[in-house]
């Protein structure tokens, strides 16, 4: 769009919204013949009249004011673009405080947060590392890592940024002992190790014989409250588990722990990164935001 086009949309906008060449000349810091040559060259190029002109007062016509409405949507997107150019060019810094999962977060995000905190010298950062949902607004937290369903809060704004996948596995002297298991039927006649708190074992997110996904209930002999344990009690031999890949990788590839039923790796919790609702980012939560989604397009416990 030649700039004299755009010119002529400013001015356009502001007669309609101020009532008068004079009122939008003043906006535009024009003189109000100056607004007049602008919107009649628009005119001419459109070939349409857009204003009805009295001596008194100026009102759109109808295709004037359809014309209107599409140049604010337009002008207000263009000021969302700049604004947001702006947020990104701006240096992060001042003091942000984060909450994120205890051993997700220590294993997964803080990498992350800590070559931010590497980056830039003036960002001040507070991380809270525990697995009780907080609640954002009340306790003044800029920015979270959340594991599963999000709230139904207009409050929060939400980004994905990964999709957890998680193995059955267990560690080979196990399976030498008590033989490898063919189907999820199959575990059955196995110890299983199952994530559990107050009396209640999560179910597993399986694909079954059939290919469709479905929930598992294991009947677990050992039922831990937390992920790490669990991967501690899989490798000393305890039983069969299921673990996200996150968890286990590492074991994984040292051969310390082998996958059972590899096909019913699945994607079973999707994480967000949520924060407070605003009009616009800042520069400081927009900075890890971005660097979270880049870090978890291709995390690296997940390749291969």
Same mark, same amino acid.
């Given at each position: ?7 002529? =949309? ?34 001419? !190029? ?61 294993? +997964? ?8 905190? !590497? ?35 207009? /409050?929060?704004?939400?980004?994905? =940024?990964?999709?957890?996948? /998680?193995?059955? +596995? ?12 063919? /189907?999820?039927?199959?575990?059955? /006649? ?115």
């Amino acid at each position: 769009m030649e700039p004299a086009s755009l010119q002529g =949309i400013l001015a356009f906008v502001q007669a309609v919204d101020a009532g008068s060449f004079t009122g939008a000349g003043e906006r535009l810091h024009v003189t109000k013949s100056a607004v007049g040559k602008s919107i009649a060259q628009l005119e001419q !190029r459109l070939g349409v009249r857009l204003l009805n002109r009295t001596t008194r007062s100026l009102s759109p016509t109808s295709e004037g004011f359809s014309y209107y409405e599409a140049c604010v949507r337009a002008l207000t997107e263009i000021e969302a673009a700049q604004s947001l150019i702006a947020s990104r060019r701006q240096v992060p810094s001042g003091r942000l405080r984060v909450d994120v999962p205890l051993a997700f977060g220590r294993r +997964c995000v803080a990498p992350v947060l800590f070559d931010i905190s !590497r980056q830039f010298p003036d960002l001040t950062m507070e991380i809270s590392f525990n697995d009780r949902r907080v609640d954002l607004i009340e306790e003044g937290i800029d920015l979270a890592v959340r594991m599963g369903d999000l709230d139904d809060s207009l /409050s929060l704004a939400a980004r994905r =940024i990964y999709a957890q996948r /998680s193995a059955i +596995c267990a560690a080979p002297a196990y399976l030498e002992t008590h033989g490898r298991p063919q /189907s999820i039927e199959d575990l059955a /006649s196995h110890s299983v190790i199952g994530y559990g708190r107050n009396g209640i074992v999560h179910p597993w997110t399986v694909r079954h014989t059939d290919g469709h996904l479905g929930k598992f209930q294991p009947r677990a002999r050992l039922i831990l409250g937390h992920g790490e344990p669990m991967l501690d009690a899989v490798l000393a031999g305890c039983g069969i588990t299921y673990l996200p890949t996150w968890l286990v990788a590492d074991s994984l590839k040292r051969g310390e722990l082998e996958m059972v039923l590899s096909d019913c790796l699945v994607e079973n919790t999707i994480v967000h990164a949520v924060w407070p609702v605003t009009r616009n980012l800042t520069p400081k939560v927009r900075v890890v935001v971005d660097a979270l989604v880049a870090h978890f397009s291709a995390p690296p416990w997940d390749a291969g």
